[in-house]
């Protein structure tokens, strides 16, 4: 009996260490997979927050040429204005 229980109690540690090892080898590979993911998350933010930037300096760049060409529209009109008075002068 007591050879029995002895190879009952070393196939009980047995189980018990590959089960703690499967469990250490399980949380391990969890924590690999969120540190992955969260790397993989940061490099995609970082993606959009240079999207954002060129949309916001290309919307900049947009908004001075249009008040260049107000201005000129500006010009041409008061010009336009010039000619009709000189043309209505003349005829």
């Known amino acids: 009996m007591t050879h029995q229980m002895a190879l009952d109690v070393a196939q009980t540690s047995t189980i018990a260490v590959t089960a703690i090892v499967l469990a250490v080898i399980t949380v391990a590979g969890l924590i690999a997979t ?5 790397r993989y998350a940061a490099a995609r933010e970082e993606g959009y927050r240079v999207l954002a930037e060129r949309g916001a300096d290309s919307a900049q760049a947009t908004a001075g040429e249009l008040k260049g060409v107000r201005d000129e529209l500006g ?15 003349i005829g």
């Open 34 to 38: 969120s540190i992955y993911r969260a």
């Open 75 to 89: 010009e041409v009109r008061q010009r336009l204005a010039a000619l009709e008075k000189l043309l209505s002068q």
